[in-house]
C-alpha cells in the first residue's frame, strides 16, 4: 500500500474509533435537555462561533432538546462606549440605568440573539430567538437601587420555550426579563440556571472565553477539572474570584442547589469543546457535582 493510502486508512480509522466512543454516549443523552449558556466573550470569533453553531446542530441532531441562552457583556460595552454611555460593573454586575437599558435591548436582542437564529438556521436547523420577556418567560424583581434596572429572576415560565423544543425548533434566549415596569436586565448565567431548574434539564452548560475555573486567573494551566457543591461553595465564599466568574459560580450553585445535576465550564474559544465535552470519556473544563 502507498504511504498516502496508508495515511487515508489512518484518519479512517480514527474516525471510526472517535464514533465507537461517541456511542454509548449518543445513547445516554438522546432526549435529553440541555441549557446552553453562550457567553458573549466567546462570540467574538466569527469562525468560532460558526463551529459552536455547527456543534449545538450535531447536538440536535443526535436527538437532544437543546436550549441556548446567550449574553453578549462584551458587545454591550462596545455600543455603550459608542454612544459615550458609562461602563461600570459592581460585583461582576453591570450598573443598568435606562439608557444602558436601551442599549442592552438593542444589542442581545437586535443583533446577538439574531445573529445566532441566522447561523443556526444557516445550517439547517430552525432556530427561534426570544428574549425573556416574550410569553412572560423571565420575570425579575429589582436588585437594589445603585444597580437600577438590573435584575434578580424572580420566577421563570417555561411554557414558550417547551413549545418551541416540543415543535423541534431550538430556542435562542436573550437574557433580558420582564420587571415591574419594564425590561430589565439579567446576568445570562443566572437567566441560564433558572432555565435549567424550569426545565429540570439534565445538564447545563457555561460556554465562556477560559478553559473552566482556574485556581488562578492568570494561570491558565491551573484548570480545576471537578468540584463538588461544597468545595464551589468554598471557592465562592473565599472571595478571591472576581468580575464575570462571580455571577457564574453563584448561578451554578443555585442551579445545583435547585436539582440541576450536572454543570460543567468550557472553553467556547476552544474548538468542538461541547462535542468534547458530552461525546467523549475524558470530557474538558470544569465540572460541578452535587456531594
Ligand atoms: N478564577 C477564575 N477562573 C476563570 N476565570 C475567571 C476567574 N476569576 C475571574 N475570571 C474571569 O471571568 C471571565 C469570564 O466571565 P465573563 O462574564 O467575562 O464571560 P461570559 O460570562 O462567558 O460572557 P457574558 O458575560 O458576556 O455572557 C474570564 O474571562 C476571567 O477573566
Ligand atoms: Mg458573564
Known amino acids: 500500500m502507498e504511504e498516502r493510502e496508508m495515511g487515508e486508512l489512518q484518519q479512517a480509522l480514527t474516525k471510526a474509533e472517535v464514533l465507537t466512543e461517541a456511542l454509548p454516549w449518543i445513547n445516554k443523552m438522546r432526549g435529553k435537555t440541555i441549557v446552553v449558556k453562550y457567553g458573549g466573550s466567546a462570540m467574538e470569533d466569527e469562525q468560532l462561533m460558526t463551529q459552536v453553531v455547527g456543534d449545538i446542530e450535531l447536538l440536535k441532531l443526535m436527538g437532544m432538546r437543546v436550549v441556548l441562552v446567550h449574553g453578549g457583556g462584551k458587545a454591550i460595552s462596545a455600543m455603550l462606549k459608542q454612544l459615550n454611555l458609562p461602563v461600570k460593573f459592581k460585583d461582576g454586575l453591570r450598573v443598568t440605568d435606562d439608557a444602558t437599558m436601551e442599549a442592552v435591548q438593542e444589542?442581545?436582542?437586535?443583533?446577538?440573539?439574531?445573529?445566532?437564529?441566522?447561523?443556526l438556521n444557516e445550517y439547517g436547523h430552525n432556530a427561534v430567538g426570544i428574549s425573556g420577556a416574550d410569553g412572560k418567560t423571565l420575570k425579575a424583581a429589582p436588585i437594589s437601587p445603585e444597580l437600577g434596572r438590573v435584575g434578580?429572576?424572580?420566577?421563570v415560565s417555561p411554557e414558550l420555550i417547551e413549545t418551541i423544543l416540543d415543535d423541534?425548533?431550538?430556542?435562542?434566549?436573550?437574557?433580558?426579563?420582564?420587571?415591574?415596569?419594564?425590561?430589565?436586565?439579567?446576568?445570562?448565567d443566572e437567566a441560564a440556571a433558572a432555565v435549567a431548574e424550569a426545565l429540570h434539564a439534565d445538564k447545563l452548560i457555561y460556554l465562556t472565553d477560559v478553559d473552566g475555573l482556574l485556581a488562578d486567573v492568570n494561570d491558565k494551566e491551573s484548570l480545576i477539572r471537578?468540584?463538588?457543591?461544597?468545595?464551589?461553595?468554598e471557592i465562592l465564599d473565599s472571595g478571591e474570584l472576581d468580575g464575570g466568574m462571580v455571577p457564574k459560580i453563584r448561578s451554578i450553585l443555585e442551579a445545583m442547589d435547585r436539582g440541576v445535576s450536572e454543570v460543567v465550564i468550557l472553553n467556547g474559544k476552544a474548538p468542538h469543546s461541547l462535542l468534547l465535552e458530552i461525546f467523549t470519556d475524558a470530557g474538558v473544563g470544569t465540572l460541578f457535582t452535587q456531594d
Open 152 to 155: 434578580h429572576i424572580r420566577e
Open 226 to 233: 471537578s468540584l463538588t457543591k461544597t468545595e464551589t461553595r
Open 107 to 119: 444589542v442581545l436582542i437586535g443583533k446577538v440573539n439574531q445573529k445566532l437564529v441566522w447561523s
Open 168 to 188: 423541534d425548533y431550538i430556542p435562542v434566549i436573550a437574557s433580558v426579563a420582564c420587571g415591574p415596569d419594564g425590561f430589565f436586565n439579567v446576568n445570562a
